[in-house]
C-alpha cells in the first residue's frame, strides 16, 4: 500500500489520549550487544517481566529479528495474550520507530509513519545507521492493514510528545526545536506539523526534559497527562540535582498553560528516584559509578513517568530505590480505577529508557 | 505459544480441499543469488504477476527478507489486495516450508508444523542449510494466532501431498519413501502421520512424479484432485520422453484406486509442454541447453498441473508453448465455474517449482 497523500486531520484522524481503550500493545525484542550487556541476556529477561505485566491487561504484539525470532518464542512460549512475530529493528525503541497511531469517529485507525534519525542523526544520534528502525512503522501498518500518512521531511519520535486526546499536546522545547532534528523548520512550521497530523490544536512547550537523556529531552520520561487538565511532572526539591532547575521551568510553564478548551492544568508531582550511575560490565553488572568523557559519573535519567497506560492498568519501573514505594502511591492515588503494576526497571533505564520508550499502544478505535 | 501435544485428527481437524474457500494466499520474495539469476529481478517480475493474478481472486500475504521489504513494498505498492510482511526465508517455496492448515466443523483453523529438511538433508536436499524455511511454519501461525501442531521426527513438504478434503490424499513413493526423508518410518507409519495430521483415511501412492523434478517427485507437479473423485494428470505420449513410463505408471495406480468413499476415480489427462531446459547466464537469460553433470541437457519439470485453485479462479504457469492454449482448454472445461488465469511460468520454473510450489492457501474455516 502506498501512503496516503492527504492529512490525517483533514481526514477526520487525532491522536486518542493514551488511557483510552487499546487494541494491543507493540514491542521489540532486545539483542544489540552495544545497547545491551551480556548479549541482551538480562535485558531480555527485563523485557519479559514488561511483556507479561502488560499480557495481564492486552494482547502484546513482540517483533523479532529473524535471528532471535526462536529465542524469543521459546522465552516467552509461557506467556498467553503474546504474539512472536518477525519484525526487525536497530534496536528496542518501539514509542519511537514505530507509528502514532490516529482514529476517526467513524471507527478508523491510521498510522503516522514519522521520519526517524536515531536522536539526532550524525549530530548527536544514538547509532550510526537507523534504515531498519526506519521501516519500523511501516510494517506495523502494513501488518494491521492500516492506511499510513508518511511525513518525509519532518523529524519526529513518539516519546517527543504526550496528548490529552481532547485538543492538546506537550512536548519540549530541547527535542523538538533541537538543531539535530527538524532545523529546516521554524517552532510555528513543527506546530504545523503536529496539528495536521496529530489533530491536536493546542502545543505546550515545556523547555527542557530530564538531565541526560540522551533523546535530547523527551517529554514522555519527564511529564505526561493523566487525565484531561492533569498531568504529571517529575520533581526534585533537592537544589544540588540537575534537574532542580527543569522541574521548576517546566511548573512555571505549566501553571501557565491553558489546554485545547481552555481549562487551567491541575500540576501533581512525582519524585526522581536517588541518582543512579550507567554500569561497567567489568564491575559485573552491578549499578555503579562510571565516568563520562569528562571524567564525571554518567547520570541515568531514571523516570517514575516512564510508564504505559494500559486496558485497567499502569505499568511503571521500579528502581530498588526508597521512592519506588512513594511512587506507587501517588499512582494508586492518580489512578484509583486502575491496577498499578511495578516492574524492575533498572537493566532497561541501562539502555537508555523505560517502559513507555519501548512501547507504542494501538488504540481500539471507538465510534461515536 | 507452546505447539500442541494432541493429534489434529484426535482434536476433530483435517486438511480441506484446495478448492474451499480461501481466506487468503500466502507466499514468499524471492532473492536468493544461487536460486534466482541477475539478482533475482527477473524473478521478482514473475511473482509479482503470480501476486497480482491471485489478488483479482482472494488477499495474498507476501513475507519479504527485513533486506527486501522495501523494495517489496515498492514493487508491489501498486496492488490492491496485497499485504508485504517482514517473513524471512531461506527461499521462496511456500508450499513446501509453509504451515499445512487444517479446519475442523466448528470454524476452528490450525497449522501443521511439518519437519523440514530442504527436499533430502545433506543427502540431495536443495541448499545446504534450512535454518530459516524451518521457521516460517510457525511464523505463520504466530502472525495469523492459530494453534500449531509440530511434528518432530516427521518431515513432509506441502507439495508432496494433495487432498480431496473427504478422507483420501495422493502422493508419491519416490518422495515420501526416498531414504533422504523419513529412512526410519515404514510406509505404515508414514500413513500413520497423514492419518493423524491431516484427518484422511485412504492414502494413494502414486510410485513416480515428473521426471528430474529436483523435490524428487512432488505430487504438485504432477498430478492433483480438481473435484471428488476427480483426478488431472500430466500426460505424454511421446515415448522418448521420460514421462512417458511415469505417466503410465500413475494411471495403472489411479485405475486401480477408490477414494475414501468407495468410489473409482475418474482420470483427466493434461499435456506436458514441450521440454525445457536449464539456462545458462552467460546466454543472456533466454531459455537454453546446458549441459548436466554428464554432458547431458538438464531437463526442466515444467508442468500445467502446477497451478493453485484461489476463490473463483485457478492461476496456472503458461510457458510460451503450442500446448499453452489446450492447457486452458481443458482447464476451462475442467473448472467451469472458476476463471483460469494463465501466468508467465518459465522464470519460476528456472527456480525449481511452479505456482503452486511458491504458494500456500489459508481456508477458511466453515460452521457445519
Known sequence: MKPLTTLPRADGFYMPAEWAP??????????????????????????????????????????????????????????????????????????????????DHQG????????????????????PTWDIDSQVARKVAQLEGTPRYATPGFVLEGGAIHVDGEGTLITTAECLLHRNRNPQLSQSAIEGYLRDYLGVDTIIWLPEGMYNDETDGHVDNFCCFVRPAEVLLCWTDDESD??????????????????????????????????????????????????????????????????????????????????DAVAMEILKELFPEREIVMVPGGEILLGGGNIHCITQQQPKPQRA
Open 22 to 103: 487499546h487494541t494491543r500493545t507493540w514491542m521489540l525484542w532486545p539483542e544489540r550487544p552495544d545497547s545491551w550487556r551480556e548479549g541482551a541476556v538480562p535485558a531480555q529477561t527485563a523485557f519479559k517481566a514488561v511483556i507479561s505485566a502488560i499480557a495481564r491487561f492486552e494482547p502484546v504484539t513482540v517483533g523479532t529479528s529473524s535471528s532471535q525470532f526462536l529465542r524469543a518464542s521459546e522465552q516467552l512460549a509461557d506467556l498467553l495474550n503474546v504474539q512472536v512475530i518477525e519484525l526487525s529493528s536497530d534496536d528496542v525503541w518501539m514509542r519511537d520507530c514505530g507509528p502514532t497511531f490516529v482514529v
Open 108 to 127: 478508523g485507525l491510521a498510522a503516522v509513519d514519522w521520519d526517524f534519525n536515531a536522536w539526532g542523526g550524525q549530530d548527536g544520534g544514538l547509532y
Open 242 to 323: 540537575p534537574n532542580y532547575t527543569r522541574c521548576r521551568s517546566a511548573l512555571a510553564v505549566l501553571g501557565n498553560s491553558q489546554d485545547a478548551r481552555g481549562r487551567r492544568l491541575a500540576v501533581h508531582k512525582i519524585p526522581i528516584p536517588a541518582p543512579r550511575y550507567a554500569v561497567l560490565e567489568s564491575e559485573g553488572g552491578a549499578l555503579g559509578q562510571v565516568p563520562d568523557d569528562n571524567g564525571r559519573p554518567e547520570r541515568l535519567a531514571a523516570s517514575y513517568v516512564n510508564f504505559l497506560i494500559v486496558n485497567g492498568g499502569i505499568v511503571v519501573p521500579g528502581f530498588v530505590d526508597p521512592m
